[in-house]
């Protein structure tokens, strides 16, 4: 078996001649091995591979080695590091050149040959110039490339793929909910269109394998954005993918930010291709997702004239007397990796009643706690509700739910229920923090999360708390007795509790270090609502919320007053309930 990593390695030669070639797509959890032998700065996806096949050779006792080409810096060095841990195996670096000229073609012809001649040194196996087109050409003929499928549901969404290699999870997620790609032209994307009978020689089919959807390290990649004008009209959301520290992929999506007069939506998402983060992604994509099925759904919609539109008063978030609600009964349930939420409402959309537990160590049981306590105080049974609609962290893993929807899209929905003239709504969750806009209609617009690590979350404010001495309720009213400014200089949570313990050992008032820690996490919220663009009014959501700390300093950073609801912990659960009754 033969490992290899880039879509212009002649795979089709190999196979030709009974090789297995095998595309390393790894998913990994850590990068010792690489840590150890490479920069840190090297890509992910390099850092992967490396681990990946130290796990091949010690689990397969068919690895021959790995075909690697020269299409970057980390590459190389992916070359070298191999090279001296494997030398009985076939490490082989790949001259791959960058123009698609007669020249380039001879030469990768010549670099393509020299590489079947170590090959064949290394193994003992024949190959020889002359004798490789007829199994070559017999293969191809056998492996023709696929037709493209019509979608078939017209129904399915329909979005176009860019960037950086994207992970198994990444790319089961969309197949998941059954987006259609127009195109994916991701640098791993393998989308042969060979013509096995305009292949008489080696170079012919050369020729074929640099005259592919160019990769960003080939001539003719600035013209890689061309493509969307042919498409803007046929696909509903654009993904572009980077992977961490991968810096070629970074100037066209760049590039693609720029770009004026493209009006698809496009996410961009960067991952390190481990699934430490898949949640968080997941939930990326699918409100990504969500966002653009809304947003079709309104543009087949007939437009009301806006002398017809009314704007609703905003709604005071209460509870429905008991005994004048009307079914049919539904529940919205936020499991968050803090707390989980549950909301109940009646046919009118109005709260029978509502209920939070803390998530322990298991979130079924969180949830199903909270849904227990939430139907007792509704003297409501399980068979009364026609519908459970589940968001948050948990989501995807509650047995009882009939539909799963993210935190972005149901936020939105309670938010814009709450008070129709919220326009941003800042979520700071215990894992996560997210800003997000909404138009008049309460649809997602953007969105962005902090979802790198526990800086600017909730779990960074009990840590704080807790290093001070103080539950985290006393932290956000310690906070407004402050007199000194103290600035917390570190976002990262272990540095910035060493900064706090520092302080303490200053003699520092508490007061001022809450202070101090309330001011970095407003930071921190500012860019993220930033990237979103701040349009008032500003609704902040989540367990948060109910800290008067935070929300000092939020509002004299942004100039104006917060909208709050009642218990804005139950946004999220509220919105869920209000898209189940929907």
Known sequence: MLAYICKYTPIELFESFDVDMTLMEPEVTQFNRADAVLHPNVCAYVKGVLEAFADLVKTRGDVEGMIITSCCDSGRRLYDALSVTYPDKFIYLLDLPRKITPEAVS????????????????????????????????????????????????????????????????MDTLKRHHVHLAFDVTCSHLARLFDPDEIHKLSDYCEQLLSQFPCMRMMG??????????????????????????DQYHYEGAALRKLQDFSVPVLYVETDLTPQSSGQIETRLEAFLEEIKARRQHKNQKAV???????????PLKITEKGKAKGPYVLGIDSGSTSTNAVITDGSGQILAWDIVRTGAKSIASAEKAMHQVLEKAHLSAEDLSQVVSTGYGRNHLPFSNQEITEITCHAKGAHAIDP???????IGGQDSKAIRLNDKGDVVDFVMNDKCAAGTGRFLEMMAHTLGVSLDELGQLSLNSKEDIRISSMCTVFAESEVISLIAQNKEPEDIAHGVHVAIAGRAISLLRRVGIEPAVM??????????????????????????????????YGAALLAKK
């Not at 176009?160 to 990444?170: S, V």
């Not at 990649?221 to 991968?246: P, Q, S, W």
């Not at 300093?553 to 104006?560: F, I, K, P, R």
């Open 540 to 573: 902040m959501t989540g367990g948060v919320a109910k800290n008067p700390g935070i929300i000092a300093v939020l509002e004299e950073e942004l100039g104006q007053k917060l909208v709050i609801a009642d218990q804005p912990e139950i946004v999220g659960a």
């Open 305 to 315: 004239p806006e002398s017809q539109l009314k704007t609703p008063a905003p709604k």
């Open 421 to 427: 003239s919220v326009r941003t709504i800042l979520d």
């Open 107 to 170: 030469l990768f012809t010549e670099n393509v040959s020299r590489m079947v001649s170590a090959y064949s040194e290394h193994t003992g196996r024949a190959f020889y110039s002359d004798g490789m087109i007829r199994p070559l050409k017999a293969y191809l003929k056998a492996h023709p490339a696929p037709l493209k499928k019509d979608k078939g549901d017209e129904d399915a969404l329909s979005v176009g793929l860019m960037g950086g290699r994207c992970g198994k999870a990444f």
């Open 221 to 246: 990649a600035e013209d890689r954005l061309n493509m969307l004008d042919d498409f803007e009209d046929k696909i509903d959301g654009l993904i572009y993918h980077t992977v961490k520290f991968c």
